[in-house]
């Protein structure tokens, strides 16, 4: 796996998730999960868990003997972290790990008026010069000032169908140059919240935040992670984000979101 994928999964992982980013940084190939919690004071249960998700992830690893078998201590597996991370500075995880972000979606059948969705968290200044340095992925899309409004939508619904949403860049061209916006963030924020009731159903909400970057301001579309509940469509079709790329679910994909299981 490309380390850049790992840095933006390590970046969803920690966003908002402080304690997890602190089981990760005590991860040595030395350590069992008993002795991380008797370090940082957590039930071991806890600990547990946020090993696993970031062993999902492929952050971290077992670690294992010249025979090839787990390495235990206490009873507990000692893991690892994964090569391509193991050397990288905290401040690539870091800034994400201590903001905590939760979006307010209000479901269309509604029985529940409102509920928290965890989704990506708002980068840095920093942060944000990382991603346009590295480019867009299944996180990150850029888009130059003047996009039409629709063609933002449809990027939007499709984020809005993947596990953890996405983050759109207005004002940053596709090789990452930070150009800046050409619309003030409450003259693009209408125009889309506008372009979203038109297009896009079920209703869906987003957030629109002006971040100043290298003395250019840019709008930032934050969406949230899927719901696994509704299902979103762009005029009528169901489009999905794949790496870098929109396409149109297949009937296969469709069903998979419609029993509330994860495409992407």
């Given at each position: ?14 966003s908002g998730a402080p304690k997890r980013f602190e089981v990760f940084n005590l991860v040595n190939g030395k350590r069992s999960a ?29 670690k294992r003997d010249k025979q090839g078998d787990i390495v235990k201590k206490d009873g507990s597996i000692v893991h690892e972290k994964d ?182």
């Amino acid at each position: 796996m490309e380390i850049q994928e790992l840095i933006a999964r390590g970046r969803l992982l920690f966003s908002g998730a402080p304690k997890r980013f602190e089981v990760f940084n005590l991860v040595n190939g030395k350590r069992s999960a008993k002795d991380i919690a008797r370090k940082i004071g957590r039930p071991l249960s806890s600990i547990l868990q946020d090993l696993q998700k970031t062993r999902d992830m492929g952050l971290i690893l077992p670690k294992r003997d010249k025979q090839g078998d787990i390495v235990k201590k206490d009873g507990s597996i000692v893991h690892e972290k994964d090569p391509a991370v193991r050397h990288l500075p905290k401040t690539y995880f870091e800034d994400f790990a201590k903001v905590v972000k939760t979006y307010q979606h209000k479901k269309v059948a509604g029985k529940l008026a409102d509920r928290k969705i965890k989704g990506p968290g708002l980068p840095t200044e920093t942060c944000i010069l990382d991603i346009c340095r590295e480019g867009e992925d299944q996180l990150y899309e850029f888009k130059r000032a003047g996009t039409e409004t629709r063609t933002l939508s449809k990027e939007i619904s499709a984020f809005a169908n993947t596990k953890f949403g996405g983050l759109i860049f207005y004002g940053v061209e596709d090789d990452g140059t930070i150009a800046g916006s050409d619309k003030r963030r409450q003259e693009l924020d209408q125009s889309i919240q506008n372009s979203i009731r038109n297009t896009i159903d079920p209703a869906l909400t987003v957030d629109i935040i002006e971040k100043d970057v290298m003395r250019q301001k840019i709008i930032i579309i934050r969406i949230p992670a899927w719901s696994r509940k509704d299902v979103y469509r762009y005029e009528g079709r169901l489009y999905i984000r794949k790496g870098t790329n929109v396409f149109e679910a297949t009937s296969d994909e469709a069903k998979k979101l419609y029993k509330g299981e994860f495409v992407v």
